[in-house]
C-alpha cells in the first residue's frame, strides 16, 4: 500500500485513495502498521541491519500518512504512543527511573516538529498538516469540521428525544437527511446514543471494562505485547470518534475482541514472554 501510495496521484479533493479504498481507510491501515513496528523497534532485540530496514519502512509510512491528506488518523497515531510516556515512568525502592524507550520517543517526536517548522517555513507541508492548520486558520474551522460540527449538534438533539432507548439501529440518515441513506454523525459515542440511547452506550462501555483492566495490571509491568494492544486500541478509539459508522470502525471492535481474549487467557505467557524482550531500565 505504502508503495502504491508514492505513485497514486491525488484526487480533486487533494486525498489519496489506494487499492479501491479512501485515503481514510489508506491512512488508518498505515497508522496500525507504524504503532507495530514502532512497538518492535523500541522493545524486541533484532540485529541492527534488520532494525534500519524496519526504520526505514516506518518513515515511509508515516511519509504517505503525512501526503494522504488524511487529519484523524495521523492525530489518532500520535495520541497512541501515550501508554509508553505514561508507563514509562518507573519508581522503585523511591528511586524514579525512565524506561529507555521514552527518550527514544521524545528523542524522534522533538526531531519530527523541527521537521515540521522546517517544512512549514519553506511552504511544504504535506496534506494532512495543512488540513491541520485548516481549523485554526479558517472561519468555522474549515468546510469539513464545520459540517462534523453540525451533525454532533443534531446528534445530541436526537439522542434527547429517546435518550434511554435511542431511535433504533440505522435511523441516524433517516432522522437527519429523510431519507435511508448511508450517513452517520461522524462519531460512534453520538451515533451509539442517537441509535441505542443510554442503554446502548452502558453496552458499549461494559466491553470496554474487563479488558481495561488487565490490559492496565499489564502495562504496569511495561509489557511489550499488552502496551501495543492498549496504542492499536487508542488509535482505533480515536479515529471512531472523528469518522465512520458502527460498521466502518468494525477493526476497533476485532481488536477489541481479540485482546478480550489474548489477555484473559495468556496473560501470564505473554508477560513471562515479552519481559525477556524488554531491555532493562536505566
Same mark, same amino acid.
Given at each position: 500500500m505504502s508503495v502504491e501510495g508514492l505513485f497514486v496521484n491525488v484526487n480533486k479533493g487533494g486525498f489519496k485513495d489506494v487499492l479501491g479504498g479512501n485515503y481514510i481507510e489508506f491512512s488508518r491501515v498505515l497508522g496500525l502498521a507504524a504503532i507495530v513496528l514502532t512497538y518492535i523497534l523500541l522493545f524486541i532485540k533484532k540485529k541492527k541491519v534488520l532494525k534500519l530496514f524496519l526504520a526505514f519502512l516506518l518513515l515511509f509510512m508515516l511519509f504517505n500518512i503525512l501526503n494522504a491528506g488524511a487529519r484523524g488518523p495521523l492525530l489518532a497515531l500520535i495520541i497512541s504512543l501515550f501508554p509508553i510516556l505514561f508507563y514509562g515512568f518507573f519508581i522503585k525502592n523511591r528511586t524514579f527511573k525512565l524506561h529507555v524507550s521514552v527518550i527514544y520517543v521524545a528523542a524522534a517526536s522533538f526531531i519530527g516538529m523541527l521537521y515540521i517548522v522546517f517544512l512549514y517555513f519553506t511552504n511544504n507541508l504535506p496534506t494532512a498538516l495543512l488540513r491541520? &492548520?485548516?481549523?485554526?486558520?479558517? $472561519?468555522? &474551522?474549515?468546510?469539513?469540521?464545520?459540517?462534523?460540527?453540525?451533525?454532533?449538534?443534531?446528534? @445530541?438533539?436526537?439522542?434527547?428525544?429517546?435518550?434511554?432507548?435511542?431511535?433504533?439501529?440505522?435511523?441516524?440518515?433517516?432522522?437527519?437527511?429523510? &431519507?435511508? #441513506?448511508?450517513?452517520?454523525?461522524?462519531?460512534? #459515542?453520538?451515533?451509539?446514543?442517537?441509535?441505542?440511547?443510554? #442503554?446502548? #452506550?452502558?453496552?458499549?462501555?461494559?466491553?470496554?471494562?474487563?479488558?481495561?483492566?488487565?490490559?492496565?495490571?499489564?502495562?504496569?509491568?511495561?509489557?511489550?505485547?499488552?502496551?501495543?494492544?492498549?496504542?492499536?486500541? !487508542?488509535?482505533?478509539?480515536?479515529?471512531?470518534? !472523528?469518522?465512520?459508522?458502527?460498521?466502518?470502525?468494525?477493526?476497533?471492535?476485532?481488536?477489541?475482541?481479540?485482546?478480550?481474549?489474548?489477555?484473559?487467557?495468556?496473560? $501470564?505467557?505473554?508477560?513471562?514472554?515479552?519481559?525477556?524482550? @524488554?531491555?532493562?531500565? $536505566?
Amino acid at each position: 500500500m505504502s508503495v502504491e501510495g508514492l505513485f497514486v496521484n491525488v484526487n480533486k479533493g487533494g486525498f489519496k485513495d489506494v487499492l479501491g479504498g479512501n485515503y481514510i481507510e489508506f491512512s488508518r491501515v498505515l497508522g496500525l502498521a507504524a504503532i507495530v513496528l514502532t512497538y518492535i523497534l523500541l522493545f524486541i532485540k533484532k540485529k541492527k541491519v534488520l532494525k534500519l530496514f524496519l526504520a526505514f519502512l516506518l518513515l515511509f509510512m508515516l511519509f504517505n500518512i503525512l501526503n494522504a491528506g488524511a487529519r484523524g488518523p495521523l492525530l489518532a497515531l500520535i495520541i497512541s504512543l501515550f501508554p509508553i510516556l505514561f508507563y514509562g515512568f518507573f519508581i522503585k525502592n523511591r528511586t524514579f527511573k525512565l524506561h529507555v524507550s521514552v527518550i527514544y520517543v521524545a528523542a524522534a517526536s522533538f526531531i519530527g516538529m523541527l521537521y515540521i517548522v522546517f517544512l512549514y517555513f519553506t511552504n511544504n507541508l504535506p496534506t494532512a498538516l495543512l488540513r491541520i &492548520m485548516v481549523i485554526f486558520q479558517e $472561519q468555522g &474551522m474549515g468546510a469539513s469540521a464545520a459540517t462534523r460540527l453540525e451533525y454532533y449538534n443534531q446528534s @445530541l438533539l436526537y439522542w434527547k428525544a429517546n435518550f434511554l432507548f435511542g431511535n433504533g439501529i440505522g435511523s441516524w440518515p433517516l432522522l437527519h437527511d429523510g &431519507m435511508d #441513506i448511508k450517513n452517520y454523525p461522524h462519531n460512534i #459515542i453520538l451515533e451509539l446514543g442517537s441509535e441505542l440511547g443510554l #442503554i446502548g #452506550i452502558i453496552l458499549f462501555l461494559f466491553l470496554h471494562m474487563y479488558i481495561i483492566k488487565d490490559l492496565h495490571d499489564a502495562n504496569k509491568s511495561f509489557s511489550f505485547f499488552s502496551l501495543m494492544l492498549t496504542s492499536i486500541l !487508542i488509535f482505533y478509539f480515536i479515529n471512531s470518534l !472523528i469518522s465512520g459508522d458502527i460498521n466502518e470502525n468494525r477493526y476497533y471492535f476485532a481488536f477489541l475482541g481479540v485482546s478480550t481474549f489474548v489477555m484473559k487467557n495468556f496473560k $501470564q505467557k505473554v508477560s513471562v514472554e515479552n519481559q525477556n524482550n @524488554l531491555r532493562e531500565f $536505566q
